[in-house]
């Protein structure tokens, strides 16, 4: 249907995440219609991420220096570390503003129908964080899913052990959410989360 020029573009958009044949079909022809500097621009920062960005050596993060600017931050305490599986997880906890720990970054969840076991993910680089006793308390922030779920019970059975504090994240009713819609898991984690006021 289109050139073979074209089409090989618009496959290569349809691999990126979430974007079916339509989108890439739009972000394409997008692109063939923007001022070639804009292209240009385009592909030169892709190259240059993906030479230049690299693992944070502390926490896995990526980032284009190790360490990474929050680890190397004295001002951030470095007696928690909060735990996630994706860098995504790291800039929406940042957005917060109010967590002043460190992270470490997984890479991914326990997964074993997707053959994704412990050695497939950053847990190595975690526990070499503990071998000091500098951290107190180890969060977990996996996401509230059965491989998060499994994730966050594998690494506290792992943890528990060396002595250090690990918590979980409450999970449960976001706000403007409507209690009728909630799910019972949902419901049940906003019960085991709640505080007194």
């Known amino acids: 249907m289109h050139a073979p020029t074209i089409e090989k573009l618009i496959e290569q958009f349809e691999k990126l995440p979430g974007i079916g044949r339509k989108s890439a079909e739009r972000i394409a022809f997008h692109v063939l219609q923007m001022p070639k500097k804009y292209a240009d621009d385009m592909c030169e920062a892709i190259a240059e991420a993906k030479e230049k960005v690299v693992f944070c050596d502390c926490c896995q993060n990526l980032t ?10 004295d001002a951030r305490d470095a007696s928690v570390i909060c735990v996630v599986e994706t860098p995504k997880d790291v800039a929406a906890m940042e957005k917060m503003r109010e ?9 991914g969840a326990l997964s074993p129908m997707d053959g994704i076991g412990p050695d497939e993910l950053k847990i190595a680089p975690l526990l070499k964080r503990l071998s000091d006793d500098t951290v107190r308390e180890v969060i977990m922030a996996t996401n509230p899913t059965v491989q998060g779920e ?18 979980r994240i409450a999970h449960g009713i976001p706000v403007g959410g409507d209690l009728e819609y909630a799910d019972e898991v949902t419901l049940l984690r906003a019960m085991e989360g709640r505080r007194e006021m």
């Open 64 to 73: 284009d220096r190790s360490p990474c600017t929050i680890c190397a931050d």
């Open 150 to 167: 499994a994730t966050a019970m594998y690494l506290c059975k792992l943890l528990k052990p060396l002595g250090v504090k690990v918590t």
């Open 99 to 107: 967590y002043k720990g460190l992270y470490h970054v997984l890479h």
